[in-house]
């Protein structure tokens, strides 16, 4: 069974950080382009960064850009996020999804690209 495993999420004091992984099982993410979303209470999933199969064509969202940073290691079948300077508004439940695509990635994907989805970790930044 193909499966997307998020963890890493909890609470953090803000200007704290965090490291979100995504664990695949059941398939090899090797030919996978993966990326993370995050949904807020009573707002819509908002794509907030992805990254080729191969590790290159890395993206990300004006609102998290240049705090966090996505990374993969296939040998370990794991994506991660690291997340550095969070705000309260960062607070989400924070997904990552796959899609079997072996092409460089010129922008971010929306949701609907992706088939595969990690039931979700929570990143709550509060004082």
């Known amino acids: 069974q193909m499966q997307l495993v998020e963890s890493g999420g909890g609470l953090v004091q803000p200007g704290g950080s965090l490291r979100l992984s995504c664990v695949a099982s059941?398939?090899?993410?090797?030919?996978?382009?993966v990326g993370w979303f995050r949904q807020a209470p009573g707002k819509e999933r908002e794509e907030i960064s992805c990254?080729?199969?191969?590790?290159?064509?890395?993206h990300y969202a004006d609102s998290v850009k240049g705090r966090f940073t996505i990374s993969r290691d296939n040998a370990k079948n794991t994506v991660y996020l690291q997340m550095n300077s969070l705000k309260p508004g960062d607070t989400a439940v924070y997904y990552c999804?796959?899609?079997?695509?072996?092409?460089?990635?010129?922008?971010?994907?929306?949701?609907?690209?992706?088939?595969?989805w990690g039931q979700g970790t929570q990143v709550t930044v509060s004082s």
């Open positions: 999804a796959a899609r079997n695509w072996a092409q460089l990635l010129v922008k971010l994907p929306t949701a609907a690209w992706y088939d595969y």
């Open positions: 990254i080729s199969n191969t590790g290159g064509g890395s």
């Open positions: 059941g398939f090899s993410l090797d030919y996978y382009a």
